[in-house]
């Protein structure tokens, strides 16, 4: 073998390499760059919620009602609305963009979010799902929604990981 035939080899063996690590970030970026946990600062653990959807502007309703919290161009929106299309029909359901829900006076850590009330009243408020996929497998609130798990107050649920995009 000549030098200048291993000189490329080497080459060609050092740019492969290259481009496969390089791959392998810009693929671990975007499958898990926005998993994590949904309130990393851990603003919710002392919080009371005093959230309401008479204070978002919205009527209260008898029953449950679910409020689907956003932010534009997040990555992880797409996920969360396989969680929408699963909701059962007896649930009302609005969506609000996050600043909305900020404005009304509730920090939200992250989004999307999920937040559950009773009535008037918030039960729940978090991510739809653990995990990186945020699937309906995994679901959180499946459960609360069908009427099969009972909340004894407002669970602010910020300690899980799951897809979501910080505020």
Not at 37 to 59: C, G, I, K, N, V
Not at 97 to 116: N, Q, Y
Request: net charge negative; aromatic share 10%.
């Amino acid at each position: 073998m000549t030098t200048k035939h291993s000189f490329w080899a080497l080459s060609w063996q050092v740019f492969c390499a290259i481009w496969v690590v390089a791959t392998a970030a810009i693929l671990y970026h975007f499958t898990f760059g926005n998993y994590g946990e949904f309130d990393p600062q851990q603003r919710w653990l002392d919080a009371q919620p005093s959230l309401t959807l008479s204070a978002l502007d919205l009527p209260p309703q008898q029953g449950l009602t679910l409020v689907h919290v956003r932010r534009s161009f997040c990555s992880c929106n797409p996920l969360a609305d396989n969680h929408r299309d699963s909701v059962p029909d007896q649930v009302e359901q609005h969506q609000l963009d996050i600043t909305r829900v900020e404005a009304a006076g509730f920090s939200m850590p992250a989004s999307p979010a999920a937040l559950i009330f009773d009535g008037d009243e918030l039960i729940y408020a978090g991510p739809y799902a653990s995990g990186a996929l945020c699937s309906v497998e995994n679901s959180l609130i499946e459960d609360i929604l069908v009427g099969q798990q009972r909340l004894a107050g407002p669970f602010l649920n910020g300690l899980v990981k799951a897809c979501r995009c910080l505020s």
